[in-house]
DNA sequence: GGCGTCTATGCCGAATCATGCAAGTTTCAT
DNA sequence: ATGAAACTTGCATGATTCGGCATAGACGCC
């Protein structure tokens, strides 16, 4: 390899932002001998694919590798981001979106792009705590009171209070998945609330780790083809072979880890 | 050479705040090589995210949570801390608490007791996940827009909202203070919102740092009167001679640092 | 070989952004 | 009270960014 092929010098840039290196463009330009145009789009991938996040002049990497523990954690998260990262291209400029609770839910909350105009509800402590830190981006909280065991708010409250929006794409968090059954939710009250959340949604997108597929719960949400968006891991293609099939829907892959 | 993008120095300044430590504006004009009106307009932004407070000089971290004590005690955050420390006792078992926006009250957050069944009402975003944190605590979300400034909700939602409920006893967050006056507000929605809470609720206590007193607000909340305790710091009493006299309330001393 | 498609790249122009400087104001310290 | 340092605001300038467009190479297909 003397003459750097391309998706090589991509993959640099990306090695780097992993290990928790600010990036310049300007010094890639000159170290890679490539435009600075060249640069930016590569960028721009990477920020797209959640791996960087885009700042004048250059790239930040999303959580500082100050602490050596956090490449241990980055592992654990991976497919989470992986599956944020996936979802992003969905979002449009100006939406409204809803960040239903759950760990992925808030992986997308620190990737989320602050230069569209989007706005973000949410009934999750954690996520709106995430997507204020961001900056430039109006959050609007759903109130009520808070279940302890995931961090927000399922309620009477807060169902009341969604049924006050309307809502261009909402992610829906923590739900099982059946191809027979659709969406279900394990608790009655955050079924209440998520099937609140979908009838104010014009689009829902739902993003599933493996083990989530194939899984039935006690209440019933929503059928399958309410969904405009699945977002699944790679290797859910083979475990889950009829999925492709039987969704109605838009799906996208995320690239899964060993 | 490495030349640092220019948004990557914020972030970078961003992380020191974040990690307990105070900067220098004339210092970091050096370290980074740019003009200090460059390092103070960095430093009105985080500011005004909300991830330090701006002084004469240079900036101080105030969240008090990063590392515990292992960073130095800086004046700001101590005093906090310690009028927080003073207000606990104020707290009766089984009470519904409200936590107003503000820094001391997000000290008190992190301090409350876990085993006397009080429930905590709040619509500041960081206190929640205090408290949320501290486990065993129900808590009650005030949702609604949130105002970026101040990271809490002070809309119309959330004066709707704190109506809807008997409040034992709520800690007022930043306000002004004035023995002729009574308590006052900067911003008008903010007031209206106050207003409506002190209804609502049967005790209120006000934690105001010394710089606090006596200061004039455009909108006006509620006389002194109204108030069941206020506690300040020991140099208070001599800065503000009156105000024992003159407020009929209980006074809680907290001692104060160099 | 000829052709069309796709991708990566470089270049251009408009819009945006960060910076330094200057002027005026506030705050701190003596 | 007075001077110095720090702060804010407005403005001009250069850097950066993004979109569009054209070019060159890679690849598959006829």
């Known amino acids: 390899m003397m ?13 780097r932002l992993d290990e ?7 010094d890639l330009a000159i170290e890679f001998d490539v435009s600075e145009d060249a640069i930016r789009r590569d960028l721009r991938t990477l920020a797209a694919q959640g791996r960087c996040r885009r700042v004048y002049g250059g790239a930040l990497p999303l959580s500082p590798a100050s602490t050596p523990i956090s490449t241990r954690m980055r592992e654990g998260k991976d497919n989470k981001r992986n599956l944020a990262a996936a979802a992003l291209p969905l979002i449009q400029p100006g939406e409204l979106l809803f960040l239903d609770n759950g760990s992925t839910n808030l992986a997308l909350a620190t990737m989320l792009p602050t ?7 949410t009934n999750a ?6 997507v204020l830190a961001l900056g430039d981006i109006p959050v609007i909280m759903i109130g009520g ?9 399922v309620g009477a409250a807060a169902t009341l209070a ?6 261009d794409r909402t992610f829906l968090g923590t739900c099982a998945l059946s191809i027979d059954e659709g969406l279900g939710a394990f608790d009655s009250d955050d079924a209440i609330f998520k099937r609140a959340l979908v ?3 014009r689009q829902i997108v739902v993003m599933a780790t493996t083990e989530k597929l194939e899984t039935r719960a006690r209440h019933r949400i929503a059928p399958l083809s309410r969904l405009s968006a699945l977002v699944v891991e790679q290797d859910a293609i083979s475990a889950v072979p009829h999925l492709a099939a039987a969704a109605a829907t838009q799906l996208l892959i995320a690239p899964s880890n060993p």
């Open 115 to 121: 230069d569209i105009g989007i706005s973000v509800a």
């Open 145 to 153: 009171p808070v279940d302890p065991d995931v961090g927000g708010c």
């Open 3 to 15: 003459n750097t092929p391309p998706l090589a010098r991509r993959d640099d840039i990306g090695r």
């Open 20 to 26: 928790g290196h600010a990036v310049s463009a300007a």
């Open 125 to 130: 402590i954690a996520i709106a705590a995430a």
């Open 199 to 201: 009838d104010v949604s």
């Open 162 to 167: 969604v049924q006050q929006l309307n809502i």
